[in-house]
């Protein structure tokens, strides 16, 4: 994992695209993002609030790591707790346009990027997740401790969705963060896929 924070601010000024209606929770705004939302396994309890990972709290007090780490981007860290009720284990699948919303105005809500299905054993002890996630929103700050944030639902942006298209079923590596964290920034902030940005994208498909 890169040992860096990137800052949520906005991206160079290209190829402008013509101006969108207000998207919600995306860019500036401030109102609850909009589109479908993800149910959760019969048998799987989760939190209504998902804290800011931080090494020292996303683990049991008996152990010294978190249990999986997943996701892609260093902007918006979530610690998940999940707790498998049943007595065979649950199988999660986070879809790609996900988001997680923050409590606080203050802090960026987080977009996954890319689709991540995991196991978790039954039991009574809750299961520690790590996600990585990308800004949505210019100007706010990253995730901490301190900050908590809430499911929210697969996003319904199209702009967001055509760039998840190109994204899907590639690998990405923890040097192409920064570069997708820009690609976000122009979908949210309306700015069309520059032809340095389309040859990168492309190149993807040799991965």
């Known amino acids: 994992m890169l040992a860096v924070l990137l800052l949520c601010a906005g991206s160079p000024q290209l190829a402008v695209a013509a101006p969108m209606d207000p998207r919600p929770g995306i860019g500036r705004s401030t109102a609850e993002p909009t589109g479908t939302a993800l149910e959760l396994p019969v048998g799987l309890m989760s939190p209504e609030r998902f804290a800011g990972y931080s090494e020292d709290h996303c683990r049991r007090d008996d152990d010294s790591r978190t ?100 994204l899907d079923g590639h690998q990405l590596t923890d040097e192409d963060v920064m570069y997708v964290q820009n690609l976000v920034w122009n979908a949210t902030d309306d700015i069309s896929l520059t032809p340095p940005d389309r040859a990168w994208l492309a190149a993807l498909a040799d991965r």
Do not use: K, M, Y
């Not at 996701?71 to 996900?98: E, K, R």
């Not at 997680?100 to 689709?115: A, K, M, P």
């Not at 990585?132 to 401790?145: D, F, V």
């Open 67 to 166: 249990d999986l780490e997943i996701g892609h981007g260093l902007n918006v860290q979530v610690c998940l707790s999940l707790i498998n009720t049943t007595a065979q284990p649950i199988t999660l699948s986070l879809p790609a346009g996900l988001i997680f919303v923050s409590w606080d105005d203050e802090t960026q809500n987080g977009l996954l990027i890319t689709t991540e299905t995991f196991e978790i054993p039954p039991g009574d002890e809750p299961f520690f997740v790590r996600l990585g996630l990308h800004c949505l929103n210019i100007g706010r700050s990253p995730s901490g401790l301190g900050d908590d944030f809430r499911l929210g639902p697969v996003t319904d942006d199209p702009l967001l969705h055509r760039l998840l298209e190109r």
